[in-house]
């Protein structure tokens, strides 16, 4: 196939997935080859990423909408110029971009990477070179900032983001955990990716193997999960622990939602929720008293006081609070 | 009562409360005054906090340990000093501190406040002055952090500490939005404590009105309450919002746990969650290429690949690697 041929393979949408993606949702297509306009190029596409976001996508859960029914199913690929008019690359070079499931791809130049052959094999440009390492690096840089003798904890360690979070906090100095789904995944993690331990969230003492290989708790964790796996993590957590919210795919695959709080919006807005216990704030005391007491005095903080009267009215005081009887802040006058 | 008397009333726990305390839970006991040792102080309690986050510690699940059956209720107080073997209190002054709800307590100097009359009325140290207002205070000021123009929610919007946070935003050129749970409770939020809007969770619009009031998202959530009011505001985050989890109203009088993500435990270990989307990172993609190429050549960075070959078997390798069977960042080879 090059490009001279007039038509292309694809792989295009052929229904909306239900749960777990079948074969017959998907169709192959011979398609007109695409025509690049002004400052775009066409590629020989020379390989596909196949990404777990992509389920998210086609289940309309991801930034990028689900593309509609019939058209080329979306994905990175890399691949290699046949024909260039933004007159930015040169034909033959290699490049990456989001090719989507095709032989070849018209691509705006601006959307369009150079893939530095000489750093490594080529389809690395979309592995631990491409969108997966950066994910791992930003996760571990900008939001885990790994110290040396914490532990860290990764989910889909032996997975291409998970394995390059934990190589980068090992050679930060970590002790680094793995949670992977086989036994085969989590000698992998360990063996070839450095992991000092993995535990494999599908057997049935999963926690208790979880808690016996992070003795000291967790300082970190990079979360690609979500679910019951997120929810062992969160029960190790250290003083001042942080954890990446990076992906859900516990829940790509399910029709309804799992219960409780929906941590997917706070992925999207690339939120902060951050735990607060006055104690660590005592310190701050004075300064606050200080600043409130002015905003009091000149009227710009207002406070409102329920008085119960006599000791004997704690009680009923204190359920009146519970059952949010109260108006303003609960006291008892002795 | 005074200093004088042999004894003093006190209400001690008779039992653990199951769900919602009730009356029987406490009983109101004459018991022998407590004499000051070294370095300790008498006070005669005139005022008494009634907090929710003593229906935790009456659960077990609070950084405090639950007080045995048949000793006084723990909690905060405000009283003059009757006696001081400190050396550090003069007898009258006004102090506060764990006094726990009964007429006279003894309390170590070490761990007693002293309470300046002349800010505000004594009260307040237990209130806007004290706890709840320290813990208004480090959440916007912390981890809030309000700019002019957004908008912020806070939940138990007319309470002890929610009407502090409010408030403290509005002083920061915020649009304040509260949550609470009575039509009065909101009138009191908007009138008294100047917030633009308040939404009453028990009603059953609840959500369509909780958007009506934040038509432009929200940048921020002071959250004292969990669950289905902290999961409606998640659904609201604007890019980069902050949220603080300070307490968990919802759970505090339930047997079980509600499903999902259990968020207790990043409360107590004041860990930091934040969602993570790779794409905000593109600037900082050569930076990351060169770091992990440089780890790949010097043998530290290690990648593993799942190949498929040709465009045809894209499909079951997508359906594969959401099923978890790749080893590896899975590839299509064309």
Chains 1, 2 share one sequence.
Not at 33 to 50: E, K
Not at 233 to 254: E, I, P, T
Request: charged residues 20%; hydrophobic residues 45%; proline residues 6%.
């Amino acid at each position: 196939m090059d490009g001279l041929h007039e038509t292309m393979q694809a792989v295009c949408l052929r229904r909306v997935p239900q749960g777990m993606p079948q074969a017959q949702d998907f169709e192959l297509r011979q398609l007109p080859l695409p025509t690049p306009g002004d400052s775009q190029l066409r590629i020989q596409v020379q390989w596909l990423s196949l990404d777990p976001f992509l389920r998210a996508q086609l289940g309309g859960r991801y930034a990028v909408p689900c593309p509609p029914l019939g058209s080329i199913v979306p994905g990175y690929g890399i691949g290699t110029v046949l024909e260039d008019r933004s007159g930015r690359f040169a034909v033959g070079e290699v490049v990456s971009g989001l090719t989507g499931w095709a032989e070849q791809a018209v691509l705006d130049a601006g959307t369009v990477s150079r893939v530095d052959a000489t750093l490594a094999p080529i389809s690395t440009a979309v592995g631990v070179l491409g969108i997966p390492g950066l994910t791992a690096w930003a996760g571990v840089r900008r939001i885990l900032e790994p110290k040396p003798g914490q532990t860290l904890l990764v989910s889909t360690a032996a997975g291409a983001v998970g394995s390059v979070v934990g190589q980068l906090c090992g050679a930060a100095g970590c002790r680094v955990v793995g949670i992977s789904g086989s036994a085969e995944k989590c000698a992998i993690a360990t063996a070839e990716f450095g992991f000092d331990a993995c535990v494999n969230y599908r057997d049935a003492d999963f926690l208790q193997s979880l808690r016996a290989a992070c003795p000291d708790g967790i300082d970190g964790y990079f979360d690609n999960v979500g679910g019951a796996v997120l929810e062992a993590a969160l029960s190790l957590l250290n003083l001042h622990a942080r954890v990446v919210l990076c992906g859900l795919s516990d829940q790509y695959n399910r029709a309804e939602r799992p219960a409780g709080p929906n941590l997917g919006p706070v992925i999207g807005a690339r939120a902060r929720l951050e735990g607060l216990v006055v104690y660590d704030h005592l310190a701050d005391f004075d300064l606050c008293r200080r600043e409130l007491a002015a905003m009091i005095a000149d009227g710009t903080l207002r406070y409102r006081e329920h008085i119960h009267d006599g000791l004997a009215s704690a009680p009923a005081g204190f359920i009146g609070l519970l059952n949010g009887d109260n108006l303003g802040k609960a006291l008892v006058r002795l």
